[in-house]
């Protein structure tokens, strides 16, 4: 039975003793919170997608690994005709790409499934690799945004989010061919840019949250009336915590809690040792968490 109640969160909500826990997305199906995240190996060194289940985001099931080694980043999960769908990005082998897995459970996943890299008709992800795919499903297409880079291997460049669509799954159109949805505009996305967006409708409008900057990481939020065509607002306000002392992002805003006139977000945080947890936070607005 969900039992959630924010008064009883405390942060960060979920930390493991030895592995890092980043990248989280969140489905609420049938009383049940379904947690997915990448589970990192420090000493092995090692990526998968990971996943758990909570009624109240105080107490947690053991971590299930849904993924071969070397996938990561899931980004969300979608009900498609009878199956669930989960997007993710393979990390192992350059270049890196987005790939789907299915499940008739939530708990059993098939291998995975590789659905898009840019092609050279894209002038921009110089790196021809992507990672950190978010699925929006609107008006009979499915909108994939995913992060490119500048910077593979190199000692400066940028991440910059693109956005693909489908009517299939299968077969994709880059949308950003010219250049991304979301670069570099501002000296808070500095020095390398931008990742790991989530997007929802609220209010007859498209709000995206994102991680802005990967050394200086910090959460940004940026509206839309079309998927494509984003304005920035500007960083969010996000208090202080231990757990997120060095830096955090890879925001994920939580949609099916229990009726709240209140917006949820989970997002990863790296705390001065390195260590990396999850914590939650509320806000009425997207802008403003507490």
């Not at 297409?141 to 593979?152: N, V």
């Not at 949308?175 to 979301?182: F, G, R, T």
Request: contains cysteine; aromatic residues 14%.
């Amino acid at each position: 039975m969900l039992n959630f109640d924010y008064a009883n969160i405390s942060n960060p909500v979920l930390s493991l003793d030895k592995n890092h826990v980043r990248d989280p997305a969140v489905l609420v199906h049938d009383d049940l919170i379904y947690l997915f995240f990448t589970y990192y190996n420090p000493g092995k060194k090692t990526w998968h997608v990971g996943m758990n289940t909570t009624e109240d985001f105080v107490h947690f099931s053991d971590v299930s690994l849904i993924s071969p080694e070397g996938y990561a980043s899931p980004g969300n999960v979608l009900r498609i005709n009878d199956k669930w769908v989960i997007c993710y990005q393979q990390y192992r082998e350059f270049p890196h790409y987005l790939c789907l897995s299915y499940s008739e459970d939530l708990t059993r996943w098939s291998p995975p499934v590789k659905i898009f890299n840019t092609g050279p008709e894209n002038e921009w992800n110089i790196d021809k690799r992507v990672i950190d795919p978010y699925l929006v499903e609107w008006q009979g297409s499915y909108y994939c945004y995913y992060t490119g880079s500048t910077r593979w291997g190199k000692k400066s460049g940028h991440n910059l989010i693109g956005v693909a669509s489908s009517r299939n799954l299968e077969n994709w159109e880059d949308l950003s061919v010219d250049k991304p949805v979301i670069g570099v505009d501002y000296p808070w996305e500095e020095p390398d840019g931008c990742e790991n967006n989530c997007v929802i409708r609220h209010q007859n409008k498209w709000h995206m949250l994102y991680s802005a900057s990967l050394t200086n990481q910090r959460i940004a939020y940026a509206v839309s009336d079309d998927l494509v065509n984003w304005e920035k607002k500007g960083l969010c306000r996000v208090p202080d915590f231990e757990a997120s002392a060095c830096h955090f992002g890879a925001p994920f805003i939580i949609e099916g809690l229990p009726a709240s006139d209140s917006f949820y977000v989970i997002y990863q945080g790296r705390a001065n040792d390195g260590h990396m947890s999850f914590l939650l936070l509320e806000s009425d607005d997207l802008v403003n968490w507490h």
